[in-house]
């Protein structure tokens, strides 16, 4: 077969495994790239098939109307911590949807701006530094769990969350350890939250320009402790955290 026709048939999408098997003993190279393409391909979408078991079970369940929540930003000494909900419609089918820590800051924005015109809702809650060090960084993470869950319409019927507990939901609910790399609902909402967290560090680094935000979103790296030593602390940070805890008291 010709190297035209050969790549027709993967188009087309008639690939059976005896045409596989043929590939595979071809010693073309242009052969064996177009083959390499095709079983990336392949893999990609079974993963992504995959992250569709929980939701599955839940509309199976008689659960039509799944929801995924997860968080951003429970770590850092500075800013909110970002909680996101979000409804996708069934067996959406977004390319590299995955965990929002193993993806690039390009796709991450390349899959928020699908995610948030594809989903049937969706919502972002900001639990500020405030309410974290007056309630601590669990309950402000619930608390905004629970209100980003109760402003999705239409409400649903089960939701999924990534390892936390939400014991006063109306509705069932399963807590899933990673559940970001397991489930596509978690994995839309741990990017929602990511990257409405990022955007917003983003725009605190304008103004508070002293503390370089935009690079590090608010977390402990050696630059950000030095700047604190130097400049003191800012309004948006989390002073129940250490080491600022500690430097306060130590004033």
């Known amino acids: ?16 495994e005896d045409f596989l098997a043929s ?10 790239t177009i083959l390499r393409r095709y079983e990336r391909t392949q893999r990609e979408q079974e993963r992504l098939d995959a992250m569709y078991v929980y939701e599955r079970a839940a509309i199976a369940a008689g659960h039509a109307i799944v929801a995924g929540v997860d968080e951003a930003g429970r ?7 970002a909680v996101a909900a979000v ?7 977004l390319p590299h949807l995955n965990d929002s820590k193993k993806l690039s800051h390009a796709v991450r924005e390349e899959l928020f701006a699908q995610i948030t015109e594809q989903a049937v809702s969706y ?3 900001l639990m500020d530094a405030e309410m974290i060090d007056r309630m601590n960084i669990l309950q402000a993470t619930r608390t905004g769990m629970y209100e980003a869950i109760a402003a999705l319409t239409p409400a649903p019927d089960e939701v999924l969350i990534d390892a936390v507990e939400l014991p006063k939901l109306s509705m069932p609910s399963q807590s ?11 994995a839309a909402a741990s990017i929602l939250a990511k990257v409405t967290r990022d955007h917003l560090m983003e725009s605190y680094d304008i103004q508070y320009p002293h503390y370089g935000f935009a690079k ?5 790296t050696r630059e950000h402790i030095d700047a604190i030593r130097k400049y003191g602390i800012c309004p948006i940070h989390r002073k129940s955290f250490d080491p600022i805890r500690s430097m306060l008291n130590n004033i």
């Open 1 to 16: 077969m010709t190297i035209k026709e050969i790549e027709n048939i993967f188009l087309v999408g008639d690939v059976t």
């Open 23 to 32: 590939c595979r003993k071809d010693v073309r190279k242009s052969v064996q």
């Open 75 to 81: 770590g850092p000494l500075a800013g909110p911590v």
């Open 87 to 93: 409804i996708l419609p069934q067996e959406c089918y």
């Open 123 to 125: 919502h972002v809650a």
């Open 176 to 186: 899933i350890i990673k559940g970001d790399a397991k489930s596509a609902s978690i």
């Open 216 to 220: 590090h979103k608010g977390y402990g």
